[in-house]
C-alpha cells in the first residue's frame, strides 16, 4: 500500500511540472504574436465605468486593448448581428470584415428604422447638421464594413455627435485599412444600457486586424451618447436645450 501511494504522488508531481511548462509555453507564445490580447495591470475592462462623459467624444477601454478570444479570431468574413431584448433594444453586433462583404452599391432608404429611445428635435446652433436634426440612426457595424442596410438588429438612437464624432473615426480607420491591405477585421460593436433605459449611454467598439496580430487595427474605445448643450434623458430619449448660466 504505501509503494502504491508514493508512486500516485509522484505522478502527481510529474503531472503538475507538464501543467506548469505548458502554461509557461503559452504565455510566452501570446506574448510574442498576441501581445494586444493579453491583460494589462491595474486597468478595468469595465465599459459601466467608462459612461460618464469625459469631455472628448470616445476614451480608452482596457488599456485599448480589444477582449476577443482565441477561438472569436478567424480570417474568413462574416457578419452577425445579436436579438433584440425584451424592451425592443440591439445588442451586440460583430463582424470579420473583409473585402468581400464592403458594399458595392450605395446605401438604400433606412427612413422606417426607429430604434429605442427615437424622440427626434431639431437644435438649430447647436447642432451641426442640415437639417440640425438631434438624433441619427446609428449603424452598431458601420454600412460601409458590410453593406448592411436596414437590418432593425443593427441601430440604435445615437446623437449627431455619437455618430460623427465618436464611432465614424473608427470606422474609417478600419475601412480604409481593410481596402489597403486586403487583410480582415474582427469587429465588435456593444450597446451600453443602464437599467431599463431605451436610449443607450454609448457603444463600446472593438477592432483587431487578424492576419497580422493587430499591428495595423487593435483599439477599445466606449463612445458617449451625448449631444454638448442637449440635455438627453436615458430613460426615454427625451431631449431639451441645455439651459445656459
Not at 440591439?90 to 422606417?112: H, Y
Not at 447647436?126 to 452598431?140: D, F, I, M
Not at 487578424?210 to 495595423?216: I, S, W
Request: with cysteine; aromatic share 10%.
Amino acid at each position: 500500500m504505501a509503494r502504491k501511494k508514493k508512486k500516485k504522488t509522484k505522478l502527481t508531481a510529474h503531472y503538475k511540472k507538464i501543467m506548469a511548462l505548458l502554461s509557461l509555453i503559452c504565455a510566452v507564445y501570446f506574448s510574442v504574436y498576441y501581445p494586444e490580447l493579453l491583460p494589462e495591470a491595474n486597468v478595468s475592462n469595465s465599459v459601466s465605468e467608462e459612461t460618464d462623459f469625459s469631455g472628448e467624444a470616445s476614451v480608452e477601454v482596457n488599456g485599448n486593448k480589444p477582449t476577443f478570444t482565441e477561438d472569436e479570431i478567424v480570417d474568413q468574413s462574416f457578419e452577425k448581428y445579436g436579438e433584440q431584448d425584451s424592451l425592443g433594444r440591439c445588442t451586440t453586433a460583430v463582424a470579420c470584415v473583409g473585402q468581400d462583404i464592403m458594399p458595392t452599391e450605395k446605401r438604400e432608404s433606412i427612413a422606417r428604422i426607429k430604434p429605442t429611445g427615437w424622440k427626434q428635435n431639431k437644435y438649430p446652433g447647436v447642432v451641426r447638421s442640415k437639417p440640425p436634426y438631434l438624433y441619427n440612426r446609428c449603424h452598431l457595424i458601420g454600412f460601409q464594413l458590410t453593406g448592411e442596410n436596414d437590418n432593425d438588429k443593427n441601430f440604435v438612437t445615437g446623437t449627431r455627435y455619437l455618430n460623427v464624432d465618436g464611432m465614424l473615426p473608427y470606422e474609417n480607420m478600419v475601412a480604409s485599412y481593410v481596402k489597403e491591405s486586403g487583410n480582415h477585421v474582427m469587429y465588435r460593436v456593444t450597446p451600453v444600457f443602464e437599467g431599463d433605459n431605451l436610449l443607450c449611454s454609448g457603444v463600446n467598439i472593438e477592432a483587431l486586424s487578424v492576419e497580422d496580430g493587430g499591428a495595423g487595427i487593435c483599439f477599445n474605445v466606449f463612445c458617449y451618447n451625448v449631444q454638448p448643450g442637449v440635455v438627453l434623458n436615458y430613460a426615454d430619449g427625451s431631449n431639451w436645450l441645455e439651459e445656459q448660466t
